[in-house]
């Protein structure tokens, strides 16, 4: 039985969400650990300033990455 092929645009809303999560539903669970790890450390580390960009890079390669498997 062939896998259902993943949604790109469902796997960036993930992201954008929880940062992470559009990589792990990509099957890229290292990528999905880090950006788990990573945002909330930049959104306490910078107080708020740079958090939102890790969330909107997460979405981005959360995207590239489920176009890159077909």
Known sequence: ????P???GL????SLVVPGVGQIYAGRWGWGIFWL????GFWIGTGG???WVF???S???AHKQVVAQR
């Not at 039985?1 to 259902?4: F, T």
């Open 55 to 57: 969330h909107v890079l």
């Open 59 to 61: 979405a981005m390669q």
């Open 11 to 14: 796997a960036a809303v993930f």
């Open 1 to 4: 039985m062939a896998a259902r």
């Open 37 to 40: 790890i990573a945002t909330p």
């Open 49 to 51: 300033w740079l958090g």
């Open 6 to 8: 993943k949604d790109a």
